[in-house]
């Protein structure tokens, strides 16, 4: 662990700990609503978090320099989870809900496929 950076947790919300990892790298951006109607002409850069719901097979649209993925399903009244990385390309993770899967590619874009259950993708990239 870093000094003066938080401490990570998992917790049962899924998109509570995708923000909690990029408050980590002190990188958050605030990508509510309101944010968005009020980015300057030139915004500085940072790191985004995207979430996507993953149903059957699903190929993304291309994301600007991936830093990592997370693909999450629901298990047992939490959530099981997996990371992809530009090193590390493809994720899978298994529960009695579902199976999925996700694959980074080299343009940028993400391969993901679920099974019985949907399952949500998260994206972090450099805008």
Known sequence: MVPGLPKVTLTSSTQQTIQGLVFAVNCLIDVSEQARSNL??????????????????????????????????????????????????EATVSSAESDCKIKLNQDNTIDGQCGRASGTLFVVYHR
């Open 40 to 89: 300057p002409q030139n915004p500085k850069p940072g790191l985004l978090a995207e979430g996507v719901s993953i149903r059957d097979a699903q190929h993304t649209r291309p994301y600007p320099n991936i830093v990592f993925a997370v693909i999450a399903v629901p298990a047992e009244g939490t959530m099981k989870m997996s990371l992809a990385t530009p090193d590390n390309p």
